[in-house]
């Protein structure tokens, strides 16, 4: 095998993926370095990246990162990920206002279920390194993690912007919280990692690893980068409790109608951390016009997922029934309940439908004109309708609609 040196073009290549989309990089030169070396003795670098099952689902903002380590799985890398049932029940305490519950490990496990399986959705699994950090710290022991907290001191823990502002704002901070920088660190000790990947809010996690690794004999600390967090549809923080996530097992469809209500200005980020799309690509597809760039985000994110038929199948249905106002063909199908006689008003016919809540709400949208009866408005709020003897078209608004037969 030929001789890498830093400037091998393969170097180049190998760390243009490495800074894609990237936030923090510590340090290049280093990394340019390990990845030579790599390269000429043909062993690849340990990427490590630590996952705490504290939920039982995964959305794409979790996807970023797992994209990033299947593109390093791709050029002959070893990820190592790290499942933490061992931390997850010390939890995470970055980003966090308020101290954070800790879990059980009954919890821990029933959320383990999902994880790996949702993992798997990105990564290849039978190229990735599984541990859970319980395999070393449930035989540390009280002399153990005593010993592990003589590595930092409290001034160096306190240094992190999370713990500073909930001091400032006169929130508590558990002692438990101070070891979880400490045993993420440990993590990368035990697996000797060369690289460790997180996302903006664990920066200071991963450099308690490179710390703890250049106090080991034999040693050297890892390098370490982060992927930024994306905001969910809504602009808030993506949280299932939000609303405004879209889940790595929702259908084709879900993701195809969910990215396409993406604020535009959110665009870039997406396009560059959740697709592959060349990024000067990226920049002619923003330069034109928002829809289509926004319709080229929702295929790619789905075909990812799930694949490029059912990603065009589902943005076929999102040009016919939002951008055509085409109705869909799988409808419900109301039967005319014989209790409600031989005729029925508008809005008590709506309300038993589901159409509407109330026939207060029917009223309003009669009056506002959008109810319709097979195309045909109806356009007085105590018009009677009598039982159908064809199946008949019912429609409130744009997107309420159902079909009515006797």
């Known amino acids: 095998m030929s001789e890498a040196t830093s400037t091998d073009p393969r170097v180049d290549g190998q ?14 030169k280093e990394l340019r370095a390990r990845i030579a070396r790599s390269l000429e003795t043909g062993v690849p670098l340990r990427v490590k990246f630590g996952m705490d099952p504290s939920s039982p689902d995964l959305h794409v903002g ?64 039978e190229r990735t390194e599984v541990r859970r950090n319980s395999e070393w710290f449930d035989k540390f022991g009280f002399e153990g993690m005593l010993q592990l907290t003589t590595r930092m001191t409290v001034a160096q823990m306190i240094e992190r912007d999370t713990f500073q502002n909930r001091l400032k704002a006169g929130e508590p901070i558990g002692i438990n919280e101070f070891l979880y920088p400490l045993m993420q660190g440990w993590d990368s000790v035990e697996i000797r990692a060369d690289v460790e990947l ?3 809010d664990q ?6 690893g490179r710390r703890l690794q250049d106090q080991e004999e034999g040693q050297r600390g890892q390098v370490v980068f982060t992927t ?38 959110a665009m870039a980020i997406w396009f560059t951390q959740l697709t592959r799309v060349p990024e000067d690509e990226i920049a002619q597809l923003l330069a034109g016009h928002p829809r289509e760039a926004k319709a080229r985000l929702a295929f790619e994110i789905a075909s990812f997922f799930h694949d490029a038929d ?5 943005a076929k249905a999102f040009d ?5 106002k ?10 005319w309940d014989d209790t409600w006689g031989a005729e029925l008003m508008i809005g008590n016919l709506l309300k038993n439908m589901g159409l509407v809540q109330s026939t207060s709400e029917a009223r309003r949208a009669v009056q506002q004109g959008g109810v319709k009866l097979d195309g045909e408005a109806v356009q007085d709020p105590k018009h009677l309708v009598a039982k159908p003897t064809a199946p008949m078209l019912v429609q409130v608004g744009k997107k309420r609609a159902a079909r009515l037969t006797g």
Do not use: C, W
């Open 15 to 28: 760390l243009a993926v490495f800074r894609r989309g990237t936030v923090d990089l510590i340090e290049e």
């Open 62 to 125: 979790h996807a970023i990162p797992l994209l990033k380590l299947r593109d390093l799985q791709e050029l002959g890398h070893q990820i190592v990920l790290i499942v933490g049932d061992a931390t997850a029940m010390v939890g995470d305490p970055s980003g966090r206002s308020k101290l954070r519950p800790v879990l059980t490990r009954e919890e821990v496990e029933a959320n383990l279920v999902t994880y790996t399986d949702q993992a798997a959705r990105v990564l290849d699994m």
């Open 198 to 200: 997180g996302g903006t």
């Open 203 to 208: 920066l200071f996690n991963l450099l308690v």
């Open 228 to 265: 930024p967090l994306i905001n969910g549809l809504d602009g808030r923080k993506m949280s299932k409790s939000y609303e405004n996530a879209i889940g790595l097992t929702d259908s084709a469809r879900s993701m195809v109608f969910q990215t396409m209500r993406l604020d535009d200005e």
């Open 310 to 314: 059912t990603a065009r199948a589902a």
């Open 320 to 324: 016919d029934e939002v951008r055509d």
């Open 326 to 335: 085409k109705l869909r063909d799988d409808l419900a199908v109301v039967a």
